[in-house]
C-alpha cells in the first residue's frame, strides 16, 4: 500500500474538536488516513511514496450525497418544464419498468463518476424503482467499483397511478 502526503492545504477535519488548519496536512496510508494537523509538524516528505502540494486548496473529507437515485442520470434533459409531480408519474416511473441490468449499471458507474467528480465519496441510493436482486446488484457493484462507500435504501410502493402493474 502507498503512502501519501497532502501538504500546505488549508485542512479541515471534522474531528469531534472540528479543528482546522490554515496550513495542514493529511498523511494517507493506504484507505486510510494515518495524521492530520498543521503544517509545522508535517512529517519528513521522504517518508512518503507521494506528497500532493494543496496550497491554495481546501482538504476536506469526502462528501455526502444523502439523496441519490444512479439510474436518473440515463434521462438528464428529457422532459424540461415538467411540474415534479407530472415527471415522475407520467415519465419517470413508465420507464423505470424498462431499466436492464447494463443500464441500471452503466447508469450507477455515471453517478458515481459525477459524484467523485465534485467530492462525493457517500450515498444513499435510494431506490423507488421495481427492482430485481439483479439490478440491485447492478446498480450497487459500479459505486463499490468506483470506492464510494453507498447505503442502498429500497422505498417501498404499491400500485400507484404511475406504476399501476406493481407486483
Given at each position: 500500500m502507498s503512502k501519501k502526503?497532502?501538504?500546505?492545504?488549508?485542512?479541515?477535519?471534522?474531528?469531534?474538536?472540528?479543528?482546522?488548519?490554515?496550513?495542514?496536512?493529511?498523511?494517507v496510508d493506504g484507505a486510510m488516513i494515518s495524521a492530520a494537523g498543521p503544517?509545522?509538524?508535517?512529517?519528513?516528505?521522504?517518508?512518503?511514496?507521494?506528497?500532493?502540494?494543496?496550497?491554495?486548496?481546501?482538504?476536506?473529507?469526502?462528501?455526502?450525497?444523502?439523496?441519490?437515485h444512479h439510474w436518473y442520470t440515463l434521462f438528464k434533459g428529457l422532459a424540461d418544464g415538467m411540474l415534479l409531480e407530472d415527471w415522475v408519474s407520467d415519465f419517470l416511473l413508465p420507464l423505470s419498468l424498462r431499466l436492464t441490468e447494463p443500464a441500471m449499471r452503466v447508469s450507477s458507474h455515471i453517478a458515481g463518476l459525477e459524484m467523485l467528480a465534485t467530492g462525493t465519496t457517500c450515498s444513499l441510493n435510494h431506490s423507488?424503482?421495481?427492482?430485481?436482486?439483479?439490478?440491485?446488484?447492478?446498480?450497487?457493484?459500479?459505486?463499490?467499483?468506483?470506492?464510494?462507500?453507498?447505503?442502498?435504501?429500497?422505498?417501498?410502493?404499491?400500485?400507484t397511478p404511475g406504476n399501476p402493474r406493481h407486483p
Open positions: 502526503l497532502i501538504a500546505n492545504g488549508y485542512v479541515v477535519t471534522v474531528d469531534p474538536a472540528r479543528k482546522v488548519f490554515s496550513s495542514g496536512y493529511v498523511a503544517a509545522a509538524e508535517m512529517p519528513p516528505a521522504h517518508e512518503f511514496d507521494e506528497v500532493i502540494d494543496a496550497k491554495g486548496g481546501i482538504v476536506v473529507p469526502g462528501l455526502i450525497n444523502m439523496h441519490q423507488v424503482t421495481t427492482t430485481t436482486a439483479e439490478l440491485v446488484k447492478a446498480s450497487i457493484e459500479p459505486q463499490a467499483e468506483l470506492g464510494i462507500r453507498q447505503v442502498y435504501a429500497k422505498e417501498l410502493r404499491c400500485r
